[in-house]
């Protein structure tokens, strides 16, 4: 049981380019969210998936666009990167239901910057 | 001003100190909190929650919510070099989305 997994670990990109980074969890949650953690912002939403087949906006989606492949998958691409996006993304599951506190299952993150 | 506001610290501590985080917010309808701990280079985890007011103890870790002062807290009795980590405090009124706080850094020096 690996739990959530992300891929890559580390990336580094020059402005402009373009990357999808991976998310995938086997823990057979409904709900998955991107998250970037920035030093003294904490954790900000950009977009969260509540069951596959939907997706919606968070905090910050500009600049973000993401895919739920299916259930197990949710993929985060950035079609053309800034330095602004220079972050540490976080993948997390939960098996959330209304009215529930919604514990929420994180990966290991992806360490991006964008020169 | 932020939803939910966190010292971000360092906050460095000796071994066996009583360690007292804590954050405020700003939406009076909150109903989940939560404290997240984060080791460095590492993904974040639940180490606990609590449901509207009051207090919930889990061994060395206690929580605490205020909903008429809109403070929460978490203290660490005992406090141990392996509980260096960065806390973060989450809260949501209907679960599907949390709100986090910037996370306080903690330093246990042995």
């Keep these: ?115 | 001003q932020k939803e939910v506001e966190q010292d971000p610290g360092p906050l460095s501590v000796p071994e066996g100190a009583i360690v007292s985080l804590n954050c405020t917010y700003s939406n009076s309808a909150f109903q989940y909190f939560m404290w997240y701990r984060q080791y460095s280079r590492k993904g974040p985890e639940l180490l606990m929650y609590t449901y509207s007011s009051g207090n919930k103890e889990d061994g060395r870790f206690t929580a605490q919510v205020d909903k008429s002062s809109k403070y929460i807290s978490l203290f660490i009795r005992d406090s141990q070099p392996s509980d260096s980590a960065t806390y973060l405090c989450a809260m949501t009124l209907y679960g599907n989305k949390l709100v986090f706080g910037a996370g306080t850094i903690l330093r246990v020096k042995s």
């Design chain 1, 1 to 115: 049981n690996a739990g959530v997994t992300q891929t890559p670990k580390f990336q580094v990109l020059k402005t402009g380019q373009s990357m999808t980074l991976q998310c995938a969890q086997d823990m057979n949650h409904n709900s998955m969210y991107w998250y970037r953690q920035d030093p003294g912002m904490g954790l900000r939403l950009i977009y969260y998936s509540a069951s596959e087949g939907t997706t919606d906006k968070g905090e910050v989606p500009n600049g973000y666009n993401v895919s739920r492949l299916n259930k197990r998958e949710f993929s985060l691409r950035l079609e053309s990167a800034a330095p602004s996006q220079t972050s540490v993304y976080f993948c997390a599951s939960s098996d959330w239901n209304a009215g529930d506190k919604n514990e929420q299952f994180f990966g290991p993150g992806t360490r991006l910057t964008v020169l």
